[in-house]
C-alpha cells in the first residue's frame, strides 16, 4: 500500500532522511518511532507530498511526486494538533471534511468513535481526548485505506491515550492500513504489527515489534525531595534491564521500551513520594538494534 524507495531529505546542510526504503502492504499496523529530531513527521509529510524530497513514495500504485492528488485521496491524517475550526460543531466539522474530499459526510463515525452526544458541540469546546476522536472521525470522511498518525496522543490523559491506540488497533483489524508516528512505544507496540525505528533520520529497524527487545530505551525522570531516594533506588534496581543514574535531585530509570509505565505502577505500588515524574521520549542504540535481529538501512 506505501512503498518508498531511496527517499532522502534534506533542509539545508541538515540530512533529515537518508535512504530510507520500506514497503507497508494493505492491513498492517506499524509504529514508526524515534526521538525528536529522527525524521518521523518528516517521513509523514513525504508519504503526503507536503515536502520535495529525492527517491520514490507511492500510495496504492500511486506516485506521490507525479500523481499526488491520487494518492492524497487514499490517505487520512491526524496530526499532533488537529486544526479543526473551533466555531463549527462535530456534524459541521465532518461535513466541511466530506466537501474537501467531494464526498458524502459519513456522520456514523460520530458514534463510532463516541461523539454522538457531543454532536451539535462546537470543536473549541471539547477536550483534547475528544479533539483527537474527532480529527480520526474528519480523516475517516472519504473512507481512506490508509491513516497516518504523527504524535496524536502526545497531549492525552492515558485513558484517552489508550482508548485512542485501541481505535487504531481496531481499524487495522478491520483492514486498514495504520502508521502511528509516536514517542509513547509502550502501548502501541503491545498492538503493532510492525515497526519502524528512525534514529537521525536512517531507517535502524524494519520488523517485528516482538523482536526490539531492548533496543527502543525510554527514561523515567523522578525529581525527588530527599524522601524516599533509597526506596526508589531498591524497585529500580529489583526491574531486570533498568539502568539506574543520578544527578542534580534526580534519579533516572533508563528501561525497555514498553516497561517505563510498569515501573511507574510499581513506584506508585510503593508509596514512594516524587516531586515530579517525567517520561522522555525512546532513544535508539544501533547496536542493539542488530542484537535485536533488527535491518539497519
Known sequence: ????????????????LQNISTEIPPGGFVVLLGANGAGKTT?????????AYEGAVSVGGHDVARDGPAARALVGYVPQR???????TCVEVLDL??????????LEWLDRVGLTEAASTPARALSGGMRQRLALAAAMQGDPPVLLFDEPAASLDVAARRALHRDLAALSAAGRTVVLSTHLAAEPLAAATRALV????????????????AA???????????TGRD??????????????????????????????FELLAAVASAGIPALAVRVEEPSVDPALIVTAGGQGS
Open 1 to 16: 500500500m506505501i512503498t518508498v524507495r531511496g527517499l532522502s531529505k534534506r533542509f539545508g546542510r541538515v540530512a533529515a
Open 198 to 213: 528512525l534514529d537521525r533520520g536512517r531507517l535502524v529497524y524494519d520488523g517485528a515489534p516482538s523482536a526490539l527487545g
Open 97 to 106: 471534511w466530506a466537501r474537501l474530499r467531494a464526498t458524502a459526510p459519513r
Open 82 to 88: 488537529p486544526a479543526l475550526p473551533g466555531e463549527l
Open 231 to 260: 526506596d526508589l533506588r531498591a524497585v529500580i534496581g529489583s526491574r531486570p534491564g533498568v539502568q539506574l543514574d543520578e544527578s542534580n535531585g534526580t534519579v533516572v530509570a533508563t528501561t525497555p521500551a514498553g516497561q517505563a
Open 43 to 51: 517521513l509523514l509529510r513525504c508519504v503526503l507530498g507536503l515536502h
Open 216 to 226: 527502543v530505551r525510554q527514561r523515567v525522570v523522578f525529581t525527588m525531595n530527599g
